[in-house]
């Protein structure tokens, strides 16, 4: 079994490869060269939010080396955030903001980010980091079931962030923030286009969102690539025996890891 660009959600029992490792149950390997295993090695190939990171081209590429990988009767299971719900909330929302419902015009300005941050933004986080700066986030129980136990993560971290040191730990900080931001202003001045060299580099770095999938264009991508009876999933369900119990789409007490997601699951002939 066969898990593709793992991060850090990775089981002993499986293969675990990802660009850059984290831990010596992970092979380091740059999938953008193909997956560095022979033909039908594998009796199970997995990826979580992997695929949306590949340009649309390449995304077919990278399903075809998962096929080639693949037994004759192998499985392939994909993980990719859901563009369907997402559209249906701008609708629905949209409407109710233009009427004046401000708990409709959050949940809109949330669904926005959640529609267009991850493929534009030029610095880690994007827009999305800037929202959890909110003092008060009324719409927090829409995002919680929409993203799941990140709200909570990214809302910690930023309270953490910003708690108040003392007053010399803090002015020394102040100091050390206005000597960078000056060095910085110093460096533009110095080398015309150094900012968009940067972002340049950011937006190479595998944070961007390259493509958002759907039930149908997932399915006819899998299609297009080789693939045969394709099917939609959620984080519990799975033609692969024993699938709840490695906790790669789920949390130890069940609950899904990425709220967001577009389960599928197809098959080599």
């Not at 971290?157 to 000597?179: C, G, Q, T, Y």
């Not at 899904?256 to 599928?264: C, G, P, V, W």
Request: charged content about 30%; hydrophobic content about 35%.
């Amino acid at each position: 079994m066969l898990n593709l660009g793992c991060g850090t959600r990775y089981h002993a029992d499986w293969t675990n490869i990802d660009f850059k490792s984290s831990d010596k149950n992970v092979i380091e390997a740059d999938l953008n060269r193909g997956i560095p295993y022979p033909d039908a090695h594998f009796d199970v190939v997995y990826h979580s939010h992997v695929l949306e990171h590949f340009a649309r081209p390449d995304a077919e590429r990278f399903l075809k080396e998962c096929h080639r990988v693949l037994k004759p009767g192998g499985i392939l299971r994909i993980a990719v955030p859901n563009l369907e719900p997402i559209a249906k909330n701008y609708i629905a929302f949209l409407d109710k903001a233009l009427s004046g419902d401000k708990m409709a015009e959050a949940n809109y300005d949330w669904t926005l980010l959640e529609m267009y941050d991850q493929c534009v933004r030029n610095h880690g986080g994007g827009e999305m980091k800037n929202y959890f700066k909110q003092n008060d986030i009324i719409n927090k129980d829409f995002i919680r079931d929409r993203i799941g136990y990140f709200f909570d993560l990214m809302t910690e971290a930023h309270h953490v962030r910003h708690r108040l040191p003392s007053w010399k730990e803090n002015l020394k900080k102040m100091l050390f923030i206005d000597k960078i931001r000056k060095a910085k202003q110093a460096l533009k001045k110095a080398i015309p286009g150094l900012r968009y060299r940067a972002i340049g580099k950011f937006r190479s770095s595998g944070e961007i969102h390259q493509w958002m999938y759907d039930r149908f264009s997932l399915s006819r991508l899998l299609k297009d690539s080789g693939f045969t009876d394709a099917v939609e999933r959620n984080a519990l369900t799975s033609f692969v025996s024993g699938w709840a119990g490695y906790d790669l789409d789920t949390e130890p007490d069940g609950s899904t890891y990425k709220a967001d997601s577009l389960f599928m699951e197809a098959k080599k002939q």
